[in-house]
């Protein structure tokens, strides 16, 4: 109904090339968003329908796509992109509600982090009636058609997102099986969901969860005895960890030991390391963006910093090599991931800008 003009050979015709010939460079949608900011040739625009707080610093957002979202499986993220102060950001965050949910309308809960830009400015300005980007849903981190194994889910902090889109979906879709869940958070207050998982928990005989507060007495990081009680045997189990850095690599060091690597399945939500800075007096060449005709003298910076600093906006969400979204088109040069250090050959490859910089002249189809 919201965009039910735009359907058809209304749409078709927007879309056409000579129309978005006459609007360039804006597009047509630029033209389309006074009247309603919904409507849209070929994008997501979601509308916020409710808001809830699960805590202190995270947010809750209901809201209904228009007719370009394609739908979702439990555990996957889109990409969200808000105008902050005239600039377009765009950032990952997990679908949190089942995903057949029967309203229509889907949910990304968000933490807001010390000194984050998207983050918080979700937490202070997000209204019922506000329209935002949205990308179609990604990620591989979803459950098996058949879930036949035990679930072992693990989550850290607003980790526990793209499994309560697990959770919810397999309560609704009546599963019986076995399922525990191990939630890390700092203390009582910063559990995000904790009524409703207590709720959930309380109503499936097979399913167990343990809390433990990281900052309370007793609290501790993650080892192999939190598991103890939950799961039988991991190594015959599925195994899902979200989280900080520091949990998924403990869990992973775990699988690692017991030989069940094939078995788990991570979502990061930041970047794990950083290789040193590349030297400052090894900084050279030029940056050649082809499509835009732009130029500049390389800084050292990752390829997207020094893209946007060009007044360009290429798509880009997670930007810290998760999510693929900035990945374009080097047609020459060399460049050095940020997060190996390791160089690339010379030739024409595609490659992620946000965390990779360019070790001399570079060449992007952008
Ligand atoms: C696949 C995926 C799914 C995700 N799902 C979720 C989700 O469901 N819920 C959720 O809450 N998050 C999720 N995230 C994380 C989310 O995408 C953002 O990374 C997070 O919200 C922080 O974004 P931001 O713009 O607020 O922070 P940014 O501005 O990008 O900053 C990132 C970090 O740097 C630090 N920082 C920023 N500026 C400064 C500064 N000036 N000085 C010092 N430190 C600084 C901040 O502490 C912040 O933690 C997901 C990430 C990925 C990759
Ligand atoms: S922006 Fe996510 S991989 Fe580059």
């Known amino acids: 109904m919201i965009d039910s003009m735009l359907s058809g050979s ?62 979702f499986l439990a555990g996957q993220y889109v990409r969200v992109q808000v105008e902050i102060g005239g600039v377009r950001r765009s950032r990952c965050y997990s679908l949190s509600d089942a995903q057949a949910a029967h309203d229509g309308l ?39 058609q058949a879930v036949s194994a035990p679930l072992m889910l693990i989550a850290g902090g607003s980790g526990i997102t793209p499994i309560m889109a697990m959770l919810r979906t397999l309560a609704r879709g009546g599963h019986a099986g076995v399922l525990s869940l191990l939630y890390y958070v700092r203390n009582a207050a910063d559990t995000i969901f904790a009524d409703e998982l207590i709720e959930l928990f309380g109503a499936q005989p097979e399913w167990k969860l343990r809390v433990i507060r990281t900052r309370e007495s007793g609290g501790s990081r993650f080892g192999r005895a939190h598991l103890d009680g939950l799961v039988q045997d991991l190594a015959a189990a599925e195994i899902y960890v979200c989280g900080p850095a520091a949990l998924i690599d403990a869990v992973s060091a775990l699988c690692a030991e017991l030989g069940c690597e094939s078995r788990l399945r991570l979502e990061r939500f930041t970047a ?33 910093d020094q893209a946007e600093a060009a007044g360009l906006r290429p798509e880009s969400g997670c930007r810290m090599g998760i999510c693929h979204s900035c990945t374009c088109r080097k047609t020459s040069g060399v460049v050095r991931d940020l997060r190996s250090g390791r160089l690339s050959s010379s030739g024409e490859e595609d490659i992620q800008i946000c965390v990779s910089a360019a070790v001399g002249d570079v060449t992007l189809d952008i």
């Open 10 to 71: 209304l749409n078709r015709a927007l879309g056409s090339r000579l129309v978005n010939a006459l609007t360039a460079p804006h597009g047509v949608d630029r033209f389309l968003e006074p009247f309603n900011p919904m409507w849209s040739v070929d994008k997501i625009r979601a509308r916020i329908e409710s808001i809830t707080r699960p805590t202190a610093d995270s947010v809750s957002l209901r809201m209904r796509p228009n007719r370009h979202w394609k739908g």
């Open 272 to 304: 794990t390391s950083t290789s040193a800075p590349a030297d400052p007096d090894t900084i050279s060449g030029e940056l050649r963006f082809v499509r835009s005709e732009r130029y500049a003298a390389n800084d050292g910076r990752s390829l997207l």
């Open 106 to 144: 889907i949910e990304i809960t968000v933490k807001a982090q010390d000194e984050g830009l998207v983050s918080a400015y979700l937490n202070r300005n997000a209204r019922v009636g506000m329209v935002i980007g949205l990308s179609q849903a990604e990620g591989e981190f979803v459950l098996p």
